[in-house]
Every structure is written in C-alpha cells, then in structure tokens.
C-alpha cells in the first residue's frame, strides 16, 4: 500500500522566507509525527500529533515552527522566518495507533534549503 | 539524550550474518528496543522491536540479552542493499496522556557497508 508522502521532496527559500511542508500519512494512522535531521546526524524529534491536537510539541525549537492537523489526516509544518540554521531534511512519520508497539512509518522527508 | 550506544561502523561481506550489537544499559522495564535503518536519502524504515524475548520477522531476528541492557540485531544473510546506517533505539513507555510517546531517540546509529 502506499507509505507516508511528503511534499515537496525538495524546497530552496530565502532567509525570512515562510514554507510549509506538507505530509499525508499512511490511510488510518491516527498518530503523526515530525523530526529533523540534519547532516551526518540522527533524526531528532519536533512534534507528535493523535488525532488532530499535538499531544507532544516539546521537539519545536521555537515559535518560527508550528505545524497543523486540523483534520486528523494530512498535516503541514510550518517555518517563519526562515533562518540558514533550519537547512535540514524534515520527515514525517505516521503510526496505526499511539502505543508503544505501534512502529512509525516515516516518509522520505522534505530536503529544505534557506539561502 | 540518546539512551543507547553502538559502533559508528561495521562491515560484513554479502551473504553472511550481520550482527549489529547496541548496550542499552539504562533501559527501564516497560520500555521497548526498537530497530530503524536508513538508507541514503530516504527516511528511517521500521526493522522490528522487542521487550525481552527474543523476535524475529521477515527482515531480521533481534536478539535480548536476558538483563536487558544490550541487544542485537541479526541480518542472517546480508545483501549489498541491505547497506545502511542502523539505528538501536530504546523507546519510552512513561505516559503522560502519552506525550513522550511520540519520541524516538535516533542516536548516530552504525553504518553498515556490505561487500561483494
């Protein structure tokens, strides 16, 4: 079946630049997840959506970032202001349920270049 | 914040076992090993998790020593494609309405390079 997709594969902004990243997950995950990974680096955790509300938001590095589930399926990641620092391959991930034995499935993440 | 600790690198040639080791020595009863690799430009794909008991699945067996606090994961006949950064991850039960949850910790995990 289909996995998680992400739109776009690839974003070039210019510093002070809005973008949003789109993910639709996997048809019936009720959980969704976004991470960051930068180079040479492991991904690192930014948000966790179940349902429709952000049961977890403590990953954000501040309030340039928000993300959105308003619906409880398709979620967008929101950058403001966009900073060199944010370079980074943005995943996003969606699991069956919110359990501990519920893998995530991530997709092949949005590559973001701020100028 | 990574709670577990593996090699930066192995090699193994193409159809032998890979056996990657990971030490989780701090890792509490109720939380769970979780096995991800990644392969160049793509996202972290699932492997397989396990408590205590020992698990296997189509892509890999995951071995748990009995105290816990290391693991390993076993490819029993490795492929050029199965080259990959491997991620052991200990994943945390403590439910606060179940906000951490969502939180894995990747670590730099090991870069496995099979050889022809």
């Known amino acids: 079946g289909a996995g998680v997709s992400q739109t776009p594969s690839n974003k070039v902004t210019e510093k002070g630049k809005y973008v949003e990243l789109r993910c639709d997950p996997i048809?019936?995950?009720?959980?969704l997840y976004w991470y960051r990974q930068s180079l040479g680096q492991g991904p690192e955790f930014l948000i966790y959506f179940q349902g429709t509300g952000a049961a977890d938001d403590s990953g954000l590095p501040n309030d340039r970032f928000f993300a959105v589930r308003p619906e409880g399926s398709v979620s967008t990641l929101k950058i403001q202001r966009t900073e060199r620092g944010d370079s980074a391959v943005y995943l996003c991930?969606?699991?069956?349920?919110?359990?501990?034995?519920?893998?995530?499935?991530f997709g092949n993440g949005t590559r973001l270049t701020v100028t | 914040d990574a709670k577990t600790t593996q090699p930066p690198s192995m090699d193994c040639a193409e159809g032998r076992a890979a056996n990657l080791p990971c030490n989780h020595s701090?890792?509490?009863?109720?939380?769970?090993v979780y096995w991800y690799r990644q392969i160049h430009s793509q996202g972290p794909q699932y492997i397989i998790h396990?408590?205590?008991n020992n698990e296997t699945n189509e892509m890999a067996s995951l071995i748990i020593t009995e105290d816990r606090k290391s693991s390993t994961l076993i490819l029993p006949h490795a492929t050029l494609r199965d080259t990959a950064v491997y991620y052991c991850?200990?994943?945390?039960?403590?439910?606060?309405?179940?906000?951490?949850?969502?939180?894995?910790?990747f670590g730099r995990g090991t870069q496995l390079t099979v050889w022809p």
């Open positions: 396990g408590l205590k």
């Open positions: 991930a969606s699991s069956l349920g919110q359990g501990i034995r519920s893998p995530l499935h």
């Open positions: 701090t890792i509490s009863g109720n939380e769970y």
């Open positions: 991850i200990v994943r945390v039960a403590t439910t606060d309405r179940g906000s951490t949850l969502g939180r894995l910790y």
């Open positions: 048809s019936g995950h009720t959980a």
